[in-house]
């Protein structure tokens, strides 16, 4: 026997008895450990017997693993979302007390918890009502002073918010033009808005901001409700109209204020 061959088998050799110590040792290696003895003494019946045990072991690990593994997936989906969430609202606040800070309007945050499931409705409800200091009539804005619409409906604890873009809805506004051009926006049953009663003699142009004239007794002055889209003009009429799109709207938003008036003159 050549020197590298006895080499090699006393390397194999030690590498056997350690592999069998560490089947003596360790008590996990127990269920292969008795598997591979049968399978020395008895080949033929102990490989199916091995087999068995082999794999009984993997069919317990693994779902046991894969189960822990997708359960700590999901509590990190749910975490993530949370987290988004919270982000989402943070970023709508800070854009609120932007205004707050600028105007120095009282102001009641709320949150929107639910929403009109008609499409020819356009409306919503927020967890603030009578208890807080809410009326009829009050703006809602998001943002940093975007109108939205006002209250329409109020409870106790809760509101009906009567959104900008619903058919129902008017509010006195002014074009930021040189003339300061006043009219009433009305909704255009989701689809838009309308300005409306501006005078022939009047110069609309696209892109003009549209706001809160301050007319309405409960609505301040100077909230934002859109831009002058395209203006109407028939000649024969007295009046022209534009075409008014909101820059932000209540749709993606959870969180919004109402504008609180220091005074409301009732007659």
Sequence with gaps: MTSRRRTLLIIAAAGLLAGGALFVVLPSFAPVRDALSRLALSPGPALSSAGARIAAVWTRAVPEELSKVLTER??????????RVQAQEAEELRGILS???????????????????????????????????????????????????????????????????????????????????????????????????IPQDEQVESGQLVVTSGLDPAV????????????????????????VSQIVSAERNATVAVVIPDAVIEL
């Design 74 to 83: 999901d509590a990190l989906v749910v975490e993530n979302a949370r987290l």
């Design 99 to 197: 205004y707050r800070e600028r105007t120095r309007q009282r102001l009641e945050p709320a949150r929107i918890i639910g929403r009109s499931g008609d499409l020819a409705i356009q409306a919503v409800m927020i967890d603030r009502g009578s208890e807080d200091g809410l009326a009829p009539g009050m703006a809602v804005i998001v943002g940093d002073g975007f109108y939205i619409g006002t209250i329409r409906k109020i409870a106790p604890r809760t509101a009906i918010v009567l959104l900008a873009l619903d058919g129902r809805s008017r509010a006195a506004a002014a074009i930021q033009n040189g003339t300061r051009t006043v009219g009433y926006v009305e909704g255009g049953r989701g689809l838009g808005m309308a300005l409306r009663l």
């Design 220 to 243: 301040p002055r100077g909230l934002i409700i859109g831009r002058v889209e395209r203006v109407s003009r028939e000649p024969q009429e007295p009046f022209q109209t534009a075409v």
